[in-house]
């Protein structure tokens, strides 16, 4: 579903005698099958957004190949937004000033979503999201929560194969974050719908993700399941002990 | 395309509905600040009796179209001029991950009919001089045209400034000399410039085909610098040229397109 093959990209910075080239991914490979939910981890600054942004036809990589539900993203960025769900916890997607159902209807029109087939999937994620109490509410008007659920609906109203979550669970309360990751499982299980996370939370990652890729200086460190992770250092008590081991080795 | 442009346009209308005592005071806000512009047209004809070889009904037109043409592209697509800005924001991100070219949700991003003022008052100056002037019916069809090719030149050079910006991400402003400057420029006969500057918005910014040209055509005047009779009516492959300069440009940023961090 998802295949990146010895992916560079590189940015020039600076200006005068002060330019420079930073690497921020290089010689990148990957694949991740139809169904799998896949923890993306890393340090800040490490290449995971810069990946998302490649994987999402954002940014072009200066050097390998990307292939996402079977399609180029730079080339077919438009055709891929169709198949793909992408959801930024930094920032949302959702229009500021109206309710949360206009954005709704809004996105129903640009991914040309039957109105059936909308109707039947919004019922289904504001049941499981639990969205009726502001559905009618502005977007500005919302709290990271409220807000994150509906940005997470409005990247799954036209049931894509992919979905990729930058930084889903960031900022949120004890509660939101657990029913946010009970969804996600759900949504992985019955859907089969391909999960690509990235996070700070270990959390997520133990909760959610059979199977962890670690990037580190825009290479990647690790690919394996939580077990194997832990593995890479025996003795540590928890997953944040051995993932800092991991960064700083 | 169309009506997706149609679609954010009308979402982004109802979302600034919530502000109605706003619009009304930009809307007239506009229609008085350019209705500025005729009176310092006015007020140099008080003194003379023509601008540049040009009558005030003369000017009034050449005003009346080249204002026509910039506002119409201002309202319909000069948001594009705010890239800079989105980048900046992170917004940008989230137009590249919609099934829509970014053009358009730049272009109808926070749209607005507050310059419908301008484009009434443009309108209108037009609508003065024009009876006053009494072209030939047989000569009349060119200027709606003109208007139309106008709206190409404004809208490309709009997005030629957007896709600069995706190099200078700074520099916004470099744009705003050929937007504002080229509208300010086309609102007077051309003949009042030197003739090294109208070679260049003739041959390499074809701000001379906004207005300038056809109305020759139009009013059946002499081109005060003797260039060839046909220019006049090549106004729709000026415009047309350049608007594929642009798209390619347009293109070309968003290949070259970095994003911000996080």
């Keep these: 579903m998802i295949e990146v093959d010895r992916v560079g990209r590189s940015f020039t910075v600076g200006r005068g005698r002060a330019r420079r080239t930073v690497h921020a991914v290089r010689d990148l490979s990957f ?8 923890g993306y981890l890393g ?29 180029d993203p730079t080339r077919r960025r438009t055709a891929l937004a169709r198949r793909i769900g992408v959801v930024f916890g930094q920032r949302t997607t959702l229009w500021w000033d109206l309710p949360l159902k206009d954005s709704f209807e809004l996105i129903r029109h640009l991914y040309k979503v ?12 504001a049941d499981l999201l639990d969205l009726g109490g502001f559905l009618h509410t502005p977007v500005r008007q919302l709290s990271l929560g409220q807000r994150m659920r509906g940005d997470v609906t409005a990247a799954l109203l036209h049931e894509p194969a992919v979905l990729i979550l930058d930084e889903p669970t960031i900022g949120l309360d004890v509660v939101s974050k657990v029913a946010m990751r009970a969804f996600l499982r759900r949504l992985n299980a019955e859907h089969g719908t391909t999960v690509l996370l990235t996070t700070h939370d270990l959390g997520d990652i133990e909760k959610l993700c059979r199977r962890v890729m670690l990037i580190d200086h825009g290479r990647l460190g690790f690919d394996g399941t939580v077990d194997d992770l832990r593995a890479t250092a025996p003795g540590r008590e928890s997953l944040e002990e051995v993932v800092a081991h991991l960064y700083t080795a | 395309m169309v009506r997706t442009y149609l679609l954010l346009a009308w979402t982004w209308l109802r979302a600034s509905a919530q502000y109605p005592v706003s619009f009304a005071l930009m809307t007239l806000g506009s229609f008085t600040l350019t209705g500025l512009d005729v009176a310092g047209i006015w007020i140099i004809f008080e003194h003379t009796e023509s601008l540049g070889g040009f009558g005030l009904f003369e000017v009034m037109f050449l005003y009346g179209t080249s204002g026509l043409s910039f506002a119409l592209a201002d309202m319909l697509f000069g948001n594009v001029e705010r890239l800079s800005q989105h980048v900046r924001a992170g917004s940008f991100d989230t137009m590249l991950i919609r099934p829509t070219g970014a053009f358009i949700q730049m272009a109808t991003d926070r749209f607005g009919v507050q310059r419908l003022g301008r484009i009434a008052q443009a309108a209108l100056v037009l609508g003065i001089s024009l009876p006053r002037l009494d072209p030939p019916w047989s000569r009349m069809w060119m200027v709606p045209l003109m208007v139309v090719c106008g709206l190409v030149i404004f809208t490309s050079i709009f997005a030629l400034g957007g896709a600069l910006q995706f190099l200078l991400t700074d520099a916004p402003e470099v744009a705003n000399a ?42 059946d005047r002499q081109d005060p610098f003797g260039l060839p009779y046909w220019l006049r009516f090549v106004a729709p492959v000026a415009a047309l040229l350049l608007a594929v300069a642009a798209a390619l440009a347009w293109r070309a940023g968003i290949r070259r397109y970095r994003s911000t961090g996080s």
């Design chain 1, 114 to 125: 039957d109105r059936a087939d909308f109707h039947r999937r919004l019922d289904e994620l």
């Design chain 2, 178 to 219: 050929f937007t504002y400057g080229g509208s300010t420029l086309t609102q007077y006969p051309l003949s009042i410039y030197g003739g090294e500057l109208v070679k260049g918005v003739t041959f390499i910014v074809p701000l001379a085909f906004v207005n300038w040209q056809p109305a020759l055509y139009v009013l």
């Design chain 1, 31 to 38: 694949t991740v099958g139809a169904g799998e939910f896949v």
């Design chain 1, 43 to 71: 340090p800040n600054g490490a290449g995971k957004s810069t990946t998302i942004k490649m994987l999402t036809g954002i940014l072009a990589p200066t050097s390998g190949r990307v292939r996402v539900a079977g399609l």
